[in-house]
């Protein structure tokens, strides 16, 4: 990420102000209000605005007319609860804002989250500018094998090389030519008098997915757990993860306690299917299992055993 | 409305913390937050929160580093032409939340509107209070002939007073026969000790729709916009429009701007079908069109005419 | 519920006309298709309409040109994934519409799942009929202890006749007075040529909670889903697991594959917390646990035994 | 377009088989059900599904236990009433499913309308086709000057070539370079046996934002036209509008009233500001009004000329 100077210079004013509010304050994020925090290599996260704290929480399900808080461990064992058994409605009453940059591919898997609110940079209106994301060496992976939406492991140096000059080189080109058709460069200076340029709403169409797009993103908290239970896992594109786990940091400064029951109840709890908890129960009970008696699909049994860290032999012999 | 003592205090102690934040503030918001505004006999609306200013508008409308202003003129006029042109998703970048205490049957009406947060207080969970809506005199009114959804001009003192009379009687007496069913008076204090009294999720059924309920509610500028030009319409029942009525005296203290451009492109705007835009030309043009030649329905035309506050033979003749 | 005559023939003649269609059919859900079926004394559920099959989930997750359909194991093993996996978008290609009559106060927690599509019978615009809900004997029940929102044992005789007596006369007297205020009966006859009536859009504040509404609710399959995890529940109110239930046997015949998945992954598996997921395998290696050394609080702990049906003492000792 | 054979048949069979239905069927949709309409170079819209006719928002209006329908003009008059009054619910109760084809950039403009649902060809799972869009003669435009995002007047005939030489290059090239670090051809043919290719997930990112992707698109009927009142304007981006005329037409088809009532009072008809009101009423007294006693800014004032094709003098001289 290279801010300009004058960028930083307006977040640096913008932090500066300060004034007194009636509303919940959480200094914790306060601190780091408006800062970007840089995600792969050309790409960032601030937050721009949130509304409420834990206790706003409890001051919802207790439809209350003051603060809503009892003891400290009243109000997190409420909260707990109603993490727990999917009372979701309080947590809808707190909000958070994003102004978020990233690579286009991202912003379409992000923007599938409906229930949010979007003001995306328009190529339409201005011209993108000449930033595109190159996946770090590490990150230059085959196809895996065993799950048909994931990488595998990283590519030989000298496959990954070429990789990295085909990206590199052909984001350079299809840019050149988007200046070119425009007949504009970045900063929308005009090139030659004596043409006309393309539209900048069809001259977009020559960049690749991997150029970066920004926007401003506003999501109640109930949708932002969600967000984060599918965009946090380790399943999910690890290029969305990055944004997912930063927005977890920020969660736990946030709302430490229903980040606490976040994690403890959703996002490292599991799923037990109905044959699963069968199979629990016997194996609980002294019986032996085996994928045969389970009732599950081989499939299925595997990633059961996965998500326990189970040797099959464990409870199959 | 009736606020207990305590529940005073707590909003009293609410209003006097203060704390620095580097959000976006709205003085002039921040001096009523909490605050009660009676409506109706026992109900009321209070702000709890809000995210957002006239220039957090801009500010996403320009995905900004920064504030996003530019000259005062300048956003307003961009205000302007995002409510004129529906560009609507800066207007999703401000949230505000209520606490509000209604009638049932005017929080029937008010839940239809879905994209936003609520928390209801829970006759299941908690015994309800004994506050119900009786209508002031001027509004006991008899049925309109001219809509079928609407009410016409307050009946005679006689049957008004019969009105009240039933409403005042009926309600009183089925909350006494909650209070046996559920063998508890309000404060939930055992009536006697030797019976199990029912369950209070089958006891409020009991309970009349003008029953007052509460619940925190909070939604984003462009849907609570919405809401507004719905339920501050002079054909919603008058019992929301009281409601959406002070929300439009607190849009115009928190969002100056954009409380303008509503009441300007939208709220005190129309709506001119194909038919009407032609009638409008012709007249321009000093034609003569009745509803024969207008191409619209007697309806249409009675409408359109009253729109316009046109006598029909203004144009016609 | 008593259908008029008319109603019946309505019904009636629907279900006479077919016609050829090109879209996915399901002859099971066809068979029933308008019917009501009887649900509490005077509520009743229809489908009214559907859009697509199991087979049309398989064919949007295979973004088919055709049926999308391979062999049958393959289509019923890829329907299982994406419920296990949580990829809902295939199961949003399916759609139902309803015709339900129900109790206000169950229209009251139905109608807090926002993702659907309603038009309820409106009492601003039409008088609402005199049929009222009163529980079934074994349904009047006693407050849970343990469980703030629910219910317990049926009441003695003598108290549950009292209770049906009350809500029986309260529910015969408010409406008496509804006519009487409207100056009109159920059929919309004037009742006293001298007198004005009360506009029906105030009279129906008059009427309790148990009088019957209804409405055509369309919704789709991923967040009907979702409606039946939570409604269907046994901590869900009685009164509108009646409903969730009979949803679920339709559910089975509109499209079996889905609601086998449905109730093998979602309805009838469980969800295990970080330390749930540790008890287990502690007690899969062998190890005891108490409530102290598994990090759950005494609820969590009470909870999760009863959700496996475990005894303290099997795990503990 | 050129849909591959074995694509062309699986489409032939659909369309061969039909049932019997109790359901609502509208004849001339069924004539065109799952046929490709070719739109653009290589994009096509075909209608999957659909639920519901004109009827069925009579039926779902009047909450009726049949048909709900009196007499067609009856109907007519109700859905015209319905769209004239925003009374949208009824309107909810249809609903539509398209398989769309479609260039990224316009899947992007697209997927914007959140109240869908979505289930979109997936670059991580499968390989991206071959295929992408490169604008006809006539649509190769300059920018807009008058409007900031919009197009002009096509390009001179040297600037054109240049730009369509540019556009068919690039596209070539990232497809090659895509191919070559996926170590598979577009159908999926290993291409170098001592190389592992990268994971398809990061290929993707090197293509261009003229590529087609696909998708199964699923909305419901207020919503739709709500899409169509936006995306079918003369101000949407022309390669999305070309999507949206032809929906208009497939309107026209499935709800020949609605698509009356939908163009009539919404699609050809223009909203007034408070100010515009003033005017027109002003011009049918006969007064003079220029844009400094309109109380307009210059740019409205000229909208709103504009929209009733008026001259200046007509009314201010």
């Known amino acids: ?108 898997d992000w923007i599938r989250h409906r229930t949010a609110n979007v003001n995306e940079y328009s190529g339409r209106y201005s011209i993108l500018g000449k930033e595109f994301y190159i996946p770090a060496h590490d990150q230059v992976c085959g196809q895996s094998t065993t799950n048909r939406q994931g990488r595998s492991t990283p590519l030989n140096d000298q496959e990954r090389n070429r990789v990295l ?61 969600h967000f984060l239970s599918l965009r946090a896992d380790s399943h999910a594109q690890y290029e969305i993860q990055v944004y997912a786990h930063k927005m977890l940091e920020i969660l736990k400064l946030w709302l430490p306690y229903t980040y606490e029951a976040f994690m403890r109840y959703k996002f490292n709890g599991m799923h037990l299917s109905e044959q699963a908890i069968d199979v629990v129960k016997k194996v609980i009970r002294g019986e032996k299992v085996t994928q045969e008696s389970s009732g599950m699909s081989a499939r299925e049994w595997r990633e059961f055993l996965e998500q326990l860290n189970l040797e099959e032999q464990a409870i199959a012999a």
């Open 165 to 225: 000059e085909i990206l590199e080189a052909d984001a350079r080109q299809v840019y050149g030519h988007y200046e070119e058709m425009l007949n504009a460069d970045e900063e929308g200076n005009l090139i030659d008098p004596n043409r006309s340029g393309l539209a900048r709403e069809l001259a977009r169409m020559n960049l690749t997915l991997n150029y970066y797009t920004e926007w401003y993103w506003k999501i109640d908290l109930h949708n932002f757990l």
């Open 1 to 108: 990420m290279a801010l300009s100077e004058a960028q930083q210079q307006e977040i640096d004013a913008l932090r500066q102000e300060t004034a007194p509010t009636r509303r919940a304050v959480v200094p914790a994020l306060e601190e780091i209000l408006y800062q970007p925090f840089p995600l792969l290599d050309h790409g960032f996260l601030r937050v721009i605005d949130y509304m409420g704290d834990d206790t706003a929480i409890v001051q919802a399900a207790r439809i209350s007319y003051g603060k809503g808080t009892k003891k400290i461990n009243q109000d997190q064992g409420l909260i707990n609860y109603l993490m727990r058994h999917r009372h979701t409605t309080p947590f809808e009453m707190c909000e958070i804002k994003f102004h978020a940059k990233m690579p286009i591919f991202v912003a379409r």
